[in-house]
């Protein structure tokens, strides 16, 4: 059947626009104003961008199903104890699917392109903050629950994550005039979140010594999470291995690809590690920690969504031209007559 289909033609890095270039990707790059079919119909051939969308389009309903199975396998709607965790799992299948899509459909035009990445943006700042929910609530070392970083953890991940995708989105406009600080914005926006959620975790597994540091088989899980973390970090900022050996990367192996498949491996671990800390702390967490309500576990997630939303919009009305003032439309409109009856 697929013999039938004519696959869109991919092109070199000095046939594209500059915007559309990537760091030492040399080939396999798709038209720069795709049809939304050329869009879907690239994801069956090999271009540079297919491993980008495989690699979290298929992983998206591997969350999925991790999220059903919690939903209809666990009494869910009684239990507000996992409350955390359903936030938690929802925000692990947004944000591979927002990645996948933005892959898929970058190619449009320079303004989807744009905006595709913002969405991609929101999707990690949400998915930031579904990691932070669940760390107030399983995840916070004994000797700390119920102190002063306890009380303003949550508060302070969602005000950051207003300011790490307005960073974000804002670091896609000096990208020409000023590459090195585009990329100093981008990533300081996925960083800074990943710092500040787990610092409690930091302290648990690296620092803390003695009576409250909460030491059990979750721990391990927690440290490859961090461990895949900071390579994920170091992947997104060196471009390597493509910048050694541009050209040799450009379908399979390049760093945007590992970057990918790392996050998701470490996504998988500390999906482990919540899901452990959860069940062997449950008793002494109902006991000492402040009660798991609705609006505590949804209310920071709806808020965090709608205010990404709102920062996707202001920072994407610039790309779409306004309506031509009235007096134009209608000298326009004149011509159009004039033009179409000769």
Same mark, same amino acid.
Request: glycine share 6%.
């Given at each position: @059947?697929? =013999?039938?289909? #004519?696959?869109?033609?991919?092109?070199?890095?000095?046939?594209v626009?500059?915007?559309?270039?990537?760091?030492?990707?040399?080939?396999?790059?798709?038209h720069?104003? =795709?049809s939304?079919?050329?869009?879907?119909?690239?994801?069956?051939?090999?271009?540079?961008?297919t491993?980008?969308?495989?690699?979290?389009f298929?992983?998206?309903?591997?969350?999925?199903? #991790?999220?059903?199975?919690?939903v209809?396998?666990?009494?869910v709607?009684?239990?507000?104890y996992?409350w955390?965790?359903?936030?938690?799992?929802? =925000?692990c299948?947004? *944000?591979?699917?927002?990645?996948?899509c933005?892959?898929?459909f =970058?190619?449009?035009? @320079?303004?989807?392109r744009?905006?595709?990445? !913002? !969405?991609? *943006?929101?999707a990690?700042?949400?998915y930031?903050?579904?990691?932070?929910?669940? *760390?107030?609530a399983y995840?916070?070392?004994?000797?700390?629950?119920?102190?002063? !970083?306890?009380?303003? *953890?949550?508060?302070v991940?969602?005000?950051n994550?207003a300011?790490?995708?307005?960073?974000a989105?804002?670091?896609?406009?000096?990208?020409?005039?000023?590459? #090195?600080?585009?990329?100093?914005l981008r990533v300081?926006?996925?960083t800074?979140p990943?710092?500040?959620?787990?610092?409690?975790?930091?302290y648990?597994?690296?620092?803390c010594?003695?009576?409250?540091?909460?030491?059990?088989?979750a721990?391990?899980?927690?440290?490859y999470?961090?461990?895949?973390?900071?390579l994920t970090?170091?992947?997104?900022?060196?471009?390597?291995?493509?910048?050694?050996?541009?050209g040799?990367?450009?379908?399979?192996?390049?760093?945007?690809?590992?970057?990918?498949v790392?996050g998701?491996?470490?996504?998988?671990?500390?999906m482990?590690?919540i899901?452990?800390?959860?069940?062997?702390?449950?008793?002494?967490?109902?006991?000492?920690?402040?009660a798991?309500?609705?609006?505590?576990?949804?209310?920071?997630a709806?808020?965090?969504?709608?205010?990404s939303?709102?920062?996707i919009?202001v920072f994407?009305r610039?790309? !779409?031209?306004?309506?031509?003032?009235?007096t134009?439309?209608r #000298?326009?409109?004149?011509?159009?007559?004039r033009?179409?009856?000769h």
């Amino acid at each position: @059947m697929f =013999s039938l289909i #004519k696959l869109p033609r991919v092109f070199s890095v000095h046939q594209v626009p500059r915007a559309f270039q990537e760091d030492s990707i040399i080939s396999g790059y798709r038209h720069p104003r =795709s049809s939304a079919t050329d869009c879907v119909l690239s994801l069956f051939q090999l271009t540079n961008e297919t491993l980008n969308v495989w690699t979290h389009f298929l992983p998206t309903w591997y969350f999925l199903w #991790k999220l059903l199975t919690v939903v209809f396998m666990q009494d869910v709607w009684s239990d507000a104890y996992s409350w955390p965790l359903l936030v938690y799992l929802l =925000s692990c299948c947004v *944000y591979p699917l927002a990645s996948s899509c933005a892959h898929t459909f =970058s190619s449009m035009s @320079m303004r989807a392109r744009h905006v595709c990445f !913002f !969405f991609d *943006y929101g999707a990690l700042s949400l998915y930031s903050l579904g990691s932070a929910i669940t *760390y107030s609530a399983y995840v916070m070392p004994d000797a700390w629950v119920n102190g002063p !970083f306890h009380t303003y *953890y949550i508060p302070v991940a969602v005000f950051n994550t207003a300011l790490c995708t307005t960073m974000a989105c804002y670091s896609r406009f000096p990208e020409f005039q000023r590459p #090195k600080l585009s990329k100093v914005l981008r990533v300081s926006a996925f960083t800074y979140p990943y710092l500040f959620d787990n610092i409690p975790l930091f302290y648990r597994i690296f620092l803390c010594v003695g009576e409250g540091c909460t030491v059990n088989e979750a721990n391990s899980f927690h440290v490859y999470h961090t461990l895949l973390a900071f390579l994920t970090g170091f992947l997104f900022a060196t471009h390597l291995p493509e910048r050694l050996a541009p050209g040799r990367f450009d379908y399979i192996g390049h760093s945007h690809q590992l970057f990918h498949v790392c996050g998701i491996i470490g996504t998988h671990f500390q999906m482990q590690a919540i899901e452990v800390d959860m069940k062997r702390r449950r008793p002494w967490l109902l006991a000492h920690a402040p009660a798991i309500t609705l609006g505590g576990a949804v209310g920071p997630a709806a808020l965090s969504s709608l205010l990404s939303l709102g920062i996707i919009y202001v920072f994407s009305r610039p790309l !779409f031209p306004g309506p031509a003032p009235r007096t134009e439309l209608r #000298k326009g409109s004149g011509r159009a007559r004039r033009s179409c009856c000769h």
